[in-house]
């Protein structure tokens, strides 16, 4: 059974630039989650799509943004970025139901300069 | 205060011993459990899952949850060298992943 699948695996951009990633869940799994992980801060939650529909959004600013698609794919967009905004961008898709933690992705790595 | 707390190590063992990590956390809602383990440039791997208080073994590896004092760890026995990562504990209210909030994880290194 084929993983989290996140594109591209790498990314360089200049600031005030916008991003855009993908994420294709786990076959079967209908809810992804966006996680944005820096040495500082550590496993930062962003968002949770359900059925294309954003079901909890973290304390990020409205730069954030995400959509989920009918066939459970997903992408993130960042719009104007900022040198913070470098971090390793992951994606983890879960069933619902009981016994569903979430199966991460091996994430985006966004630089930005 | 975080509502998981985690100490990011580094935790230095020589093969073959038993390691222990540990977690604490301060919201009495979270009921799901779980251990993840991250390589350099990947990202987490799921591996250990547990509902409520107790014990999970797999393998050399066992999770153990008091929820009465809002403490979990994770035994890794016989550690290798292949077992140097970073290790998340990471819990949640409801099931389905929601809201999961982690730790800062603790980097273990495992010398041969």
């Known amino acids: 059974k084929a993983g989290v699948t996140q594109t591209p695996r790498y990314l360089i951009k200049t600031r005030g630039q916008q991003v855009t990633l993908s994420c294709s869940p786990i076959s079967g799994h209908r809810s992804v989650s966006w996680y944005q992980q820096t040495p500082g801060q550590g496993l930062q939650f962003l968002f949770e799509y359900f059925s294309e529909t954003q079901r909890n959004k973290g304390n990020f600013p409205g730069r954030f943004s995400g959509r989920q698609f009918s066939n459970s794919r997903s992408e993130m967009n960042v719009s104007t970025l900022e040198l913070g905004d470098s971090a390793l961008y992951l994606c983890?898709?879960?069933?619902?139901?009981?016994?569903?933690?979430?199966?991460f992705g091996n994430g985006t790595r966004l630089t930005v300069t | 205060q975080k509502e998981v707390e985690q100490d990011p190590g580094p935790l230095g063992v020589p093969e073959g011993a038993i390691v222990s990590l540990n977690c604490t956390y301060s919201?009495?809602?979270?009921?799901?459990f779980m251990w993840y383990r991250q390589y350099s440039r990947k990202g987490p791997e799921l591996l250990m899952y547990?509902?409520?208080?107790g014990n999970k073994e797999d393998g050399r590896f066992t999770a153990q949850v008091d929820k009465s004092s809002k403490y979990i760890s994770l035994f890794i026995r016989d550690s290798q060298p292949s077992d140097s990562a970073t290790y998340l504990c990471a819990m949640s209210a409801d099931t389905g992943g929601f809201k999961t909030i982690f730790g800062a994880g603790t980097r273990l290194f495992v010398k041969a």
């Open positions: 983890a898709s879960t069933r619902t139901g009981e016994n569903s933690p979430l199966h």
């Open positions: 919201n009495s809602a979270f009921q799901y």
């Open positions: 547990t509902y409520s208080s």
